[in-house]
């Protein structure tokens, strides 16, 4: 079935929610070969950049300091994540990966590396920037749009 608005069968839009769908369902799958939840994994993919007060982490993550602070020890109690001081500041602490955290990570999305790092390999550097440039296009544009949404509700 077509849509009524031509705009949502435009095939980069198309391939876009396959693009989603997939990674959604690969994020459950990790979610799984993990133990964790969704929010779980979100916030060890933050920590991969280094480590975070719990506030930002909150912050990023869109959730409360409390909900934060239960899946901190959460994941602080499963081994992946571990508090270390803040340097300057005595009474503060952020949330780092532990080691065997980047091991569990790697098992889980390296393989997806390799094989788009193959798809990259095959691609000339014009069709490789074609491809970065449109990804980084299309990014900016849920980004926007996303902006745009925050605290609107449009009941059906």
Do not use: K
């Amino acid at each position: 079935m077509t849509s009524p608005d031509p705009h949502l069968d435009a095939p980069l839009l198309l391939v876009c929610r396959e693009l989603v769908r997939a990674m959604d369902e690969f994020d459950e799958a990790a979610c799984v070969a993990l133990g964790l939840g969704r929010s779980d994994l979100r916030a060890l993919n933050l920590l991969e950049h280094g480590p975070l007060r719990p506030s930002t982490l909150a912050r990023r993550l869109g959730r409360t300091r409390p909900a934060v602070t239960a899946l901190i020890g959460r994941l602080e109690e499963a081994g992946y994540v571990s508090r270390t001081s803040v340097p300057g500041d005595r009474r503060a602490a952020a949330v780092e990966l532990r080691p065997a955290t980047w091991q569990a990570l790697a098992r889980v999305y390296r393989p997806v590396g390799e094989r788009i790092g193959r798809i990259d390999a095959e691609l000339d550097d014009p069709g490789r920037e074609a491809v970065v440039r449109t990804l980084t296009e299309v990014v900016a544009s849920f980004d926007a749009i996303r902006s745009g949404l925050a605290g609107t509700a449009d009941p059906v």
